[in-house]
Nanobody, 130 residues
Framework: QVQLVESGGGSVQAGGSLRLTCAAF????????MGWFRQAPGKEREGVAY????????YYADSVKGRFTISQDNAKNTVYLQLNSLKPEDTAMYYC???????????????????????WGRGTQVTVSS
């Protein structure tokens, strides 16, 4: 059984930075997408960024491109999300997730959303004040 545990959230002022960490306990194959979704109160869940180790590729939502960076440390079974130039609209609960890539046939995981085979963490809160 896989368990994902997020950490690193907090409260910062606009323009600040945070680094989120997702530690995976249990084996996640390189054929899985791993990444981050977020959800603000009263809003739908939004895909933020993901990494596909099998192709050494990263993908970002337009709203965070150029400000957020996703990376992975395979030795530590950990995925990171560096959040720079934070804006109040980035305020949300951030969730780490993992999903088998073959379920998406090349479609973006950010738009398709997680499958029923996905693993999820409990989330870490990011709050950005103006």
């Amino acid at each position: 059984q896989v368990q994902l545990v997020e950490s690193g959230g907090g409260s910062v002022q606009a323009g600040g930075s945070l680094r989120l960490t997702c530690a995976a306990f249990g084996y996640i194959p390189r054929s899985y997408y791993m990444g981050w979704f977020r959800q603000a109160p009263g809003k739908e869940r939004e895909g933020v960024a993901y990494i596909y180790a099998g192709f050494d590729s990263t993908y970002y939502a337009d709203s965070v491109k150029g400000r957020f960076t996703i990376s992975q440390d395979n030795a530590k079974n950990t995925v990171y999300l560096q959040l720079n130039s934070l804006k109040p609209e980035d305020t949300a609960m951030y969730y780490c997730a993992a999903d088998p890539a073959f379920k998406f046939n090349g479609e973006s995981w950010l738009t398709a959303g997680p499958s029923d085979s996905s693993y999820w963490g409990r989330g870490t809160q990011v709050t950005v004040s103006s």
